[in-house]
């Protein structure tokens, strides 16, 4: 009798594998490991590993059953796996049926795959690009970001105004229930930064310090958590204290300290266009990938594995709270683990949806493009040379790899679509609330 491997498809991408093994190859297994133990087993009255085996099975009989239990699944479950030409994508979870000595071992083996891919359709007539051309005021307002950055921080005693920070603790009432146990303290806010919400660093100009304010605001219509989009929100807010910026004049002093030699304005300026004309390509590429990709996913829906998911969402909380990596513990709402679950789908799912495409148009990653990308990565950085010897190695060339073969199959499927193009400011193409 020969080992029996039924395979039933429970789902696209569940497979459940019965397995019988026959007695001999149970009992031949058993017997080896009470061989080992044998010729170890220190037992007092015997010398080192002459007690008689009927000795040893008295006495670790058990022990050795699931000893060979265990080898002889593991060998004929990785053997009924290659040959059923299956690529678990998840942990096998094994279940007993029959493990009686002298009797066929029966088992079940349940595991994930990927999912059977066997047409890719994409259908899409125009789609719209950013046509963008980066102005000396974005290069401007790049400058005085910088100055802003390095400028010192004065404590003055007047109403605050535009461009000044305050310090202030806050907390909402949402719905008529206030978040006072969640009340944020000592947080500094530019009131040029529009990182608040529509309204409220608007209300606390002309505040003194340890002046409260309530202001009445509204959640944006596009706001992430859909419960709270477009609905109104207080928020109590405590000045604690005001601060004036002293900034730095833009003379070559203050360019030298940011690393132009030649400490020149126009040098200092053209390097800045450069890196916003960079910016501004990578931004448009990344336009016409959520267009194009967008479209792949709603004509293609797959089912994708459950454990694939999961792994992509541990990555996506790491991404966004990468302080929580090594705390298991953190909690996080039902609306933020729907949410991670629901990015992390869309994610594997174009992963899988990219791979199987460049695989039926016989796309090979083109290594030109992937040392291009390896040298403009390193151009970023002071030892490029250093950090072009770390992105080789075959773990992050494979990324860049990946990345790139991402890039191929959207010039593909963009071969057969109209562009129009769409004149837009660089502030709007990266979003920046000016």
């Known amino acids: 009798m020969t080992m029996q491997v039924s395979v039933e498809k429970v789902n696209n991408v569940e497979r459940r594998l019965t397995i019988v093994v026959p007695a001999n190859q149970v009992e031949e297994a058993y017997a080896r490991q009470l061989d080992k133990l044998a010729k170890k087993a220190n037992i007092k009255g015997f010398r080192p590993g002459k007690a008689p085996v009927s000795y040893i099975e008295q006495r670790f009989g058990d022990d050795a059953r699931k000893e060979a239990l265990a080898e002889v699944m593991q060998k004929s479950l990785y053997e009924a796996i290659t040959e059923q030409d299956?690529?678990?994508?998840?942990?096998?979870?094994?279940?007993?049926?029959?493990?009686?000595?002298?009797?066929?071992?029966?088992?079940?083996?349940?595991?994930?795959?990927?999912?059977?891919?066997?047409?890719?359709?994409?259908?899409?007539?125009?789609?719209?690009?950013?046509?963008?051309?980066?102005?000396?005021?974005?290069?401007?307002?790049?400058?005085?970001?910088?100055?802003?950055?390095?400028?010192?921080?004065?404590?003055?005693?007047?109403?605050?105004?535009?461009?000044?920070?305050?310090?202030?603790?806050?907390?909402?009432?949402?719905?008529?229930?206030?978040?006072?146990?969640?009340?944020?303290?000592?947080?500094?806010?530019?009131?040029?930064?529009?990182?608040?919400?529509?309204?409220?660093?608007?209300?606390?100009?002309?505040?003194?310090?340890?002046?409260?304010?309530?202001?009445?605001?509204?959640?944006?219509?596009?706001?992430?958590?859909?419960?709270?989009?477009?609905?109104?929100?207080?928020?109590?807010?405590?000045?604690?204290?005001?601060?004036?910026?002293?900034?730095?004049?833009?003379?070559?002093?203050?360019?030298?300290?940011?690393?132009?030699?030649?400490?020149?304005?126009?040098?200092l300026k053209d390097q800045i266009k450069q890196s916003l004309e960079q910016e501004r390509d990578r931004l448009v590429k990344e336009k016409l990938k959520e267009q194009v990709f967008r479209q792949l996913l709603e004509q293609n829906p797959i089912d994708v594995p459950r454990s694939l998911v999961e792994r992509e969402a541990h990555n996506i909380h790491d991404e966004i709270y990468p302080q929580h990596q090594h705390h298991d513990h953190h909690q996080h709402s039902n609306e933020e683990?729907?949410?991670?679950?629901?990015?992390?789908?869309?994610?594997?799912?174009?992963?899988?949806?990219?791979?199987?495409?460049?695989?039926?148009?016989?796309?090979?990653?083109?290594?030109?493009?992937?040392?291009?990308?390896?040298?403009?990565?390193?151009?970023?950085?002071?030892?490029?040379?250093?950090?072009?010897?770390?992105?080789?190695?075959?773990?992050?060339?494979?990324?860049?790899?990946?990345?790139?073969?991402?890039d191929q199959v959207l010039d593909k499927l963009m071969e057969d679509v109209s562009v129009t193009e769409k004149t837009m400011s660089y502030a709007e193409l990266k979003g920046i609330r000016i």
């Open 86 to 267: 299956l690529k678990p994508v998840s942990q096998p979870q094994v279940e007993p049926k029959l493990m009686m000595p002298n009797q066929p071992l029966e088992f079940i083996a349940s595991f994930e795959v990927l999912p059977d891919i066997e047409n890719i359709q994409f259908s899409m007539s125009t789609i719209e690009k950013p046509v963008t051309e980066v102005t000396s005021d974005d290069v401007d307002r790049v400058v005085e970001q910088l100055r802003k950055q390095y400028a010192k921080w004065k404590l003055v005693n007047r109403p605050a105004q535009e461009k000044d920070r305050v310090v202030i603790d806050y907390y909402a009432i949402f719905e008529g229930k206030s978040d006072i146990e969640n009340k944020i303290e000592n947080f500094p806010l530019e009131l040029s930064s529009k990182v608040m919400l529509p309204g409220f660093e608007e209300g606390l100009k002309g505040a003194k310090a340890e002046e409260e304010r309530t202001l009445n605001l509204s959640f944006p219509a596009d706001f992430p958590a859909a419960e709270r989009a477009g609905k109104p929100v207080d928020f109590v807010v405590k000045i604690k204290q005001v601060f004036e910026a002293d900034v730095p004049e833009l003379d070559d002093d203050f360019v030298q300290k940011l690393g132009v030699k030649s400490g020149k304005v126009d040098d």
């Open 337 to 406: 683990m729907a949410a991670f679950n629901d990015v992390a789908k869309k994610r594997v799912s174009l992963g899988l949806l990219i791979a199987e495409y460049a695989k039926k148009a016989n796309l090979q990653v083109n290594k030109d493009r992937v040392n291009q990308r390896i040298q403009e990565i390193a151009a970023a950085y002071e030892h490029p040379q250093e950090v072009i010897a770390w992105l080789s190695s075959p773990e992050r060339r494979n990324g860049i790899e990946a990345q790139v073969m991402e």
